[in-house]
């Protein structure tokens, strides 16, 4: 991790030496008492923590907060439901990108079990996406929400954002080929079977343009990657 993320209420008290945060810097960074690692408020300020002292009841924290809170990407990501595998390996790397918000869709090729997963019933999730805002050194975290069916996802959709839907049988033009007209955008992946007629059809009809990654089929953890990068880079967030 890149920066240690911490509740607001977490700061006020000591840091268990058996907390993973704590191993972390004492173990990996290698802090001692005097030393100090960079620290941020979930969804708050950056800052610096120095290590007071080191006893029994864990780490006696100093914290000094010193810059702004970060910005999430105007990008909302809707993604076909894939194995929960693959939706922790998107759930940390599109937080790492930046995402504003994930809306996950159970879809009409995808699997609806998957909606029941521990990883939602639980707080695994969560721990995901700080997993991958430490590791893009930010304290923002995206919106995560459920949804049993694509249409009724689009349903909650605000409108004033540019419409995408990567699609590999009928696309009408390459990502690559996407002008920016707002400033915020609206991408969708299907699961890995990829959408049907009838969600092709619902995603025309809210005015998404169906575009290409290219030929090949790609996962869902890799077609959501590359679209969002390239997103990304026409909305000139880099």
Request: net charge negative.
């Amino acid at each position: 991790m890149n920066i240690i993320l911490f509740e607001r209420d977490e700061i006020d008290r000591p840091l268990g030496l058996d907390d993973g945060r704590a191993v972390h810097v004492l173990q990996v960074i290698g802090c001692k008492e005097g030393d100090s690692f960079d620290i941020g408020i979930v969804d708050g300020p950056r800052g610096k923590a120095r290590v007071e002292a080191i006893g029994k009841r864990g780490l006696m924290l100093d914290f000094n907060f010193f810059s702004g809170i970060p910005h999430l990407s105007p990008v909302v990501m809707i993604i076909g439901l894939p194995r929960p595998p693959s939706a922790r390996r998107i759930l940390k790397d599109l937080t790492s990108q930046g995402v504003a918000q994930l809306h996950f869709v159970a879809t009409d090729k995808g699997e609806k079990s998957y909606l029941n997963s521990r990883l939602w019933t639980g707080d695994e999730y969560q721990r995901l996406l700080r997993e991958g805002a430490e590791q893009a050194f930010c304290t923002r975290m995206p919106e995560v929400v459920l949804h049993e069916s694509l249409t009724a996802c689009l349903d909650e959709l605000a409108e004033g954002s540019d419409r995408l839907a990567l699609d590999n049988y009928e696309a009408t033009m390459p990502i690559g080929q996407y002008r920016v007209e707002r400033e915020h955008c609206v991408l969708a992946v299907g699961s890995e079977r990829g959408w049907s007629a009838a969600e092709r059809q619902a995603l025309r009809s809210r005015d998404f343009a169906l575009v290409g990654l290219g030929e090949r089929v790609l996962k869902t953890e890799t077609a959501c990657i590359a679209g969002l990068a390239l997103v990304l880079a026409k909305l000139k967030v880099y």
